[in-house]
């Protein structure tokens, strides 16, 4: 059985942070001390009832209350404890829980500092590569990562913007968009309205960019080399960029950017989530995607869309009282590295250092263009239904390398039967569920072929005449020879 959400620790720093006594607080949200007492001790639940008042009297948003974002910041603290910096500590995972739901604000700062620790770490070993080959130095990175900053952004905002949503209507209606003729349309808008003239050049005339605009010239040019829907989508997005400047810089704002690097790479980002809000409609996609029954194929033909741009989209489908299902998103080059990631569903997705080959997010690269199905268990018994698939970008000739990626989208398995993909799976056979971790240290999965280092939860006892199915599996607690 799941374990149940903890949110006695959370209701008690609440408490405290704003000055009240167990007494007082419970005269506040008209329930006695003593059961406020049970509750801060994690000895009884949280009622529904009792969030919403808690929400209203002292102006928390109940997300900061939920159990996702608990084990979000879990699944990240457990990633840095993982970390052979700490192998000589006996890191236990009860502690680490009961310290981000008591301390979530200091476990956020200790998940920065780990971040920051790993970016400098990087930084200091490509400059010794670059020394060691007698390379010149551009100079010295930031401690922070843009892409982690961003990537916590967008996970924090659940992957939705209203204000964005809304922007991308009105200029459905301004424009007179129409579903048949997007690019078109969208030509026309930029010459009335924005005086932008667009072209399409050629591949050795675009100069390494199939998206260029000349502020000068007012003169947008795109590349041959895009298919049309992605002509489609470039334009949708240099809208955005001219048409909602003070939108993108107001939401760039965010504390959680601490540097120029940051905000500008998130002003790019929510960019293209207008631009996906413009091709694909909230509600015309919320509705098309329930009645096919989330065929990704049907509805990247429908909005004359990619199938990587249809699975964005539907993670984002977050609106309140009209939400899609909850949805994970990864995407992955042929080595292991994450370039995009978010997760409503809730499964533990690694930031740092390689993810479990079990997923079949890597094995999708066996069988290139081909839809692939997974049911899959992680160490906490939550069970996630998953496909995965490759996707190459657009062709620039013959003598160009294509790149080749992989995602995956996916919900838990008690959605699974709202995607046309489960209909091959027994949902009801949740044994046949392939056991998956985050990664090899934070992983107990006690008999994995493929593990590559030992948990971080077991001391490493090695026992020189019994091998287990890997180097580092372990039989009676020790750790085979080679």
């Not at 981000?100 to 970016?119: D, E, I, M, N």
């Not at 050795?204 to 007012?218: C, F, I, L, N, T």
């Not at 997923?359 to 995965?388: E, N």
């Amino acid at each position: 059985m799941p374990e149940r959400p903890r949110l006695g620790g959370k209701l008690r720093a609440l408490r405290r942070r704003e000055g009240f006594t167990q007494v007082a607080m419970a005269r506040e949200l008209g329930i006695s001390a003593s059961y406020l007492n049970l509750i801060e001790h994690d000895r009884r639940p949280v009622s529904a009832t009792l969030l919403i008042r808690l929400a209203q009297r002292f102006d928390v948003d109940v997300k900061q209350l939920s159990s996702d974002s608990d084990a979000q910041l879990l699944g990240e603290l457990m990633e840095a404890f993982g970390d052979p910096l700490f192998e000589n500590l006996d890191i236990v995972t009860s502690e680490v829980r009961e310290l981000a739901g008591v301390a979530p604000t200091a476990c956020r700062a200790v998940a920065q500092l780990y971040r920051a620790y790993r970016h400098v770490r990087d930084s200091a070993e490509g400059l010794a590569a670059r020394l060691s080959e007698d390379l010149a130095l551009p100079g010295v990175d930031r401690s922070r990562l843009p892409t982690e900053e961003v990537s916590t952004f967008i996970q924090h905002h659940a992957n939705h913007f209203p204000d964005l949503e809304d922007a991308a209507a009105e200029l459905r209606r301004r424009a007179d968009l129409q579903p048949d003729d997007l690019f078109h349309g969208m030509v026309r808008f930029l010459d009335r309205d924005l005086d932008v003239r667009t072209s399409v050049v050629t591949a050795a005339e675009e100069a390494g960019a199939v998206r260029r605009y000349d502020a000068e010239r007012r003169r947008l040019i795109l590349s041959e080399s895009l298919p049309l829907s992605s002509r489609t989508f470039q334009l949708a997005h240099q809208i955005g960029l001219l048409g909602q400047g003070e939108l993108l810089g107001k939401l760039a704002h965010d504390p959680g950017l601490t540097t120029d690097e940051s905000r500008s790479l998130c002003r790019v980002i929510l960019a293209n989530y207008f631009a996906g809000a413009v091709l694909m409609p909230y509600e015309a996609i919320r509705q098309a995607a329930q009645d096919e029954r989330h065929d990704i194929e049907l509805l990247q033909n429908r909005f004359g869309t990619t199938f990587e741009m249809v699975c964005h989209r539907l993670t984002t489908l977050q609106r309140p009282g009209a939400e899609g299902i909850p949805l994970h998103f990864v995407r992955v080059d042929i080595a292991g590295n994450v370039s995009k990631w978010f997760s409503a569903s809730g499964i533990p997705i690694a930031r740092y250092g390689g993810a479990c080959p079990r997923w079949s997010l890597h094995t999708a690269f066996l069988t290139p263009g081909r839809i692939t199905v997974q049911l899959a268990r992680t160490i906490d018994g939550q069970v996630y239904f998953s496909i995965a698939r490759t996707i190459s970008r657009a062709s620039r000739g013959y003598h160009v390398p294509r790149a080749v990626q992989a995602i995956t989208i996916g919900c838990g398995v008690e959605n699974a039967e709202q995607m046309v993909y489960a209909d091959s799976v027994d949902l009801n056979n949740l044994e046949a569920a392939v056991p998956i971790g985050p990664t090899c240290r934070l992983c107990r999965q006690p008999d994995c072929d493929q593990r590559v280092l030992p948990p971080i939860e077991q001391p490493l006892q090695i026992h020189e005449n019994v091998r287990g199915h890997s180097f580092y599996n372990t039989v009676d607690g020790r750790v085979g020879d080679c």
